[in-house]
């Protein structure tokens, strides 16, 4: 006898990818989802300080609007929530940037990969914090600290530090961020995350002049390996590929320091061994 699909009591936890399912199923509506969601970072983002603001009534009208969509089955994000980082233009918001003094008025329209997740499905649940022009490899301001889920005395990391924060928190099950020195990287490593920094020109940029030199990069931090794959397919604008495990694997480990005069400790040496194993 087929044992009935239990349904969580909760959405908060769960992938992107089972989020998805189960909108396009009907065992879910992206309402009850995106609220699910807006009530626990209620509760947990006043200590952790990942989202810059949270748009609460504005989310629970697109994730409306998406359970009143008759075709479901295109949409691979269809109703998770899911954060932007505040350098990026989310339409209805000013675009943050992590510093008072160069913050941009309130942009008339999403960048075009905000854009891309509201096709996909996705509800723009907030924007998350960055350090000042995203140039340090931690995020805070003169308007509050971001703390790391795991131990609320670290750092999360950054400048990707609120959407790394956020998804370790379960405050969304993936979130959007960019990346020109190791700011979708560091915070991954910061936060037990799957962080995807795309090769140059796979996703579209737009971010300043020139993108921070050319090195600047729009990526997910998400909580699993599947969800980065969706993630990533809907920022590129493709569909995304089904998973098949790899044939066995080569690992190539270096413990290299790329600045002169310092080299890793011992705990360092043993975690990239274990990791390597």
């Not at 349904?7 to 009850?32: E, F, H, M, N």
């Not at 003169?142 to 379960?170: E, K, Y």
């Not at 991954?188 to 795309?198: E, M, T």
């Amino acid at each position: 006898m087929a044992v009935p699909d239990i349904l969580p009591t909760t959405w908060v936890g769960a992938t992107a990818k089972q989020i998805a399912r189960a909108v396009r199923r009907g065992d879910a509506s992206a309402t009850q989802v995106v609220a699910d969601h807006l009530e626990h970072a209620a509760r947990v983002d006043a200590e952790l300080a990942a989202f810059r603001t949270v748009r609460g009534g504005e989310a629970i009208t697109e994730a409306e609007k998406v359970d009143e969509q008759e075709e479901l089955a295109d949409l691979p994000l269809a109703g998770v929530p899911v954060a932007v980082k505040e350098n990026t233009p989310v339409a209805g918001l000013p675009t943050w940037n992590g510093s008072a003094a160069m913050r941009t008025p309130v942009a008339e329209a999403d960048h075009e990969v905000v854009r891309r997740l509201r096709g996909a499905g996705a509800v723009i649940l907030g924007v998350t914090r960055m350090p000042e022009l995203g140039l340090w490899a931690l995020t805070d301001d003169d308007t509050g600290v971001t703390r790391n889920p795991w131990d609320l005395s670290r750092t999360p990391g950054g400048s990707s530090g609120g959407a790394a924060a956020a998804v370790a928190a379960g405050l969304v099950p993936m979130a959007h961020g960019n990346d020109g020195l190791g700011s979708i990287r560091i915070p991954a490593a910061c936060c037990g995350l799957v962080g995807l920094k795309p090769g140059r020109g796979v996703v579209p940029c737009q971010l300043g002049a020139d993108d921070w030199f050319g090195l600047t990069e729009h990526g997910m931090l998400t909580g699993t390996v599947a969800d980065a794959v969706v993630g990533f397919s809907v920022l590129a604008g493709r569909r995304p590929d089904r998973l098949v495990p790899p044939p066995r694997l080569r690992v190539g480990v270096s413990l290299r320091s790329p600045v002169r005069g310092v080299s890793p400790d011992a705990p360092n040496r043993d975690a990239v061994a274990a990791a390597g194993r």
